[in-house]
Each structure stands twice: as structure tokens, then as C-alpha cells.
């Protein structure tokens, strides 16, 4: 498996514009988490689904963000409008929790800039 | 409110000797903890998990020790070579809570 494949690696974009961010998980895998970082906050949790359905999403800072996965194999989060804040890196990780806590496989993150 | 802390200096020291790394949290029962390293440009990489009722795990160079008491995770790298330089995260979460909580993270340079 190629691991969890996120796109694009790089986004600039201008404020009041929408974007979105593409991730396929791990084959296999039945969690499905989005995260954001900071060098202020470090990685803070927006959402995760469990076999496509959303669980928790209390990390989602705003209405102008959202996030679906509508199979197993491809999720999307999406900002609209975009805000100069929301300048960060946005990962996508995947796991197979089966009975217990495991370890989740990270994607290469989406650096997003907004201008 | 819950909170993780990990040394916030970065951490130098020379190849060849011990790095060791702290994780401390406040307001937690944590069920596990888990290790991840980063490197610039990257994502997270998972290293090692703990569970409450372990006090130590180990994998190769690398040991976890995991004290509920002392609320305090410590990490080692023995015998660290200048390609242990990275990023370290801890990372806690607690029984059937899929949900992880992170520390900022401690930057580790080994000089050769």
C-alpha cells in the first residue's frame, strides 16, 4: 500500500475563496482523522469518521469548515470562505482500531497558505 | 482542562549518548500513550505505544516508560546516532476514546 495519500501537498489561495483538501486512507483501515497543525497549537483534531461516519467533530473550529467521506476510500475537508487563519498544515491520518488504541499512519499533510 | 507538556527547549546532545524525552499531562486518565516522531516537512511516524498497565516497552534503541502516578511518559534513545534528529510527539488517549491528545512536541539534534 502507497499509505495515506493526501492532496494537494501545497495549496495558496486567496481569502474568501473555498478549498479543498483530498485524502485516501490505508486500504483497510476503519478510522479516518483530520487534523490541523500549528507551531502555536500542534496538532488539534478536527474530525474523525469510523467506517465513513462522522463521530466526533467538536475539533471543527467553524461553520466554514466541513468534512465527508463518502467511501471508505476517500474523504474531503472543505473551507468556505477561507481566512488568513486558517493558514496552517491540514493531515489526514488512517488507522485500524479493530479492539484497541493503535497506531494511525499520517499522510504527507496539505500546506495551506491564505493570502 | 486536559493538558500534555513536553520539554519545550529543544534538546542537543552528542552521538553516541542518551536522549531522553518527557511527556507530562494534568487532568487525564489516559488508557494509552503513544510516541510519534516528525521530521520537516512530514507527517507524524508512530514509534511506540503504552498501555496504563505497562510500565516500560522497548523497540530496539528505543524505551517508553509510563508512570500514571507521576502522570509522566519518559522516552529514550540509546545510543543515538545523528539520524534520530527529529521532531518527538507524545500523544495520550483514554479507553475506547478514539480521539488523540497531542503535545506540542521536542526537537531533538544530535551532533556528530
Known amino acids: 500500500d502507497a499509505g495515506v495519500i493526501q492532496s494537494p501537498r501545497h495549496e495558496v489561495t486567496e481569502m474568501g475563496q473555498e478549498v479543498t483538501l483530498r485524502c485516501k486512507p490505508i486500504s483497510g483501515h476503519d478510522y479516518l482523522f483530520w487534523y490541523r497543525q500549528t507551531m502555536m497549537r500542534g496538532l488539534e483534531l478536527l474530525i474523525y469518521f469510523n467506517n465513513n461516519v462522522p463521530i466526533d467533530d467538536s475539533g471543527m473550529p467553524e461553520d466554514r469548515f466541513s468534512a465527508k467521506m463518502p467511501n471508505a476510500s476517500f474523504s474531503t475537508l472543505k473551507i468556505q470562505p477561507s481566512e488568513p487563519r486558517d493558514s496552517a498544515v491540514y493531515f489526514c491520518?488512517?488507522?485500524?482500531?479493530?479492539?484497541?488504541?493503535?497506531?494511525?499512519?499520517f499522510g504527507q499533510g496539505t500546506r495551506l497558505t491564505v493570502v | 482542562s486536559q493538558k500534555i507538556e513536553q520539554n519545550s527547549e529543544a534538546l542537543n546532545i552528542q552521538e553516541g549518548k542518551t536522549a531522553t524525552l518527557t511527556c507530562n499531562y494534568t487532568n487525564y486518565s489516559p488508557a494509552y500513550l503513544q510516541w510519534y516522531r516528525q521530521d520537516p516537512g512530514r507527517g507524524p511516524v508512530f514509534l511506540l505505544l503504552?498501555?496504563?498497565n505497562e510500565k516500560e516497552k522497548r523497540k530496539e534503541r528505543l524505551k517508553v516508560t509510563f508512570d500514571t502516578t507521576l502522570k509522566q511518559s519518559l522516552f529514550h534513545i540509546t545510543a543515538s546516532q545523528p539520524a534520530d534528529s527529529a521532531t518527538y510527539l507524545c500523544a495520550l488517549t483514554s479507553g475506547n476514546n478514539r480521539k488523540l491528545i497531542w503535545g506540542l512536541g521536542t526537537s531533538l539534534a544530535v551532533n556528530p
Open positions: 491520518a488512517s488507522s485500524f482500531m479493530g479492539q484497541g488504541n493503535t497506531e494511525a499512519f
Open positions: 503504552i498501555r496504563e
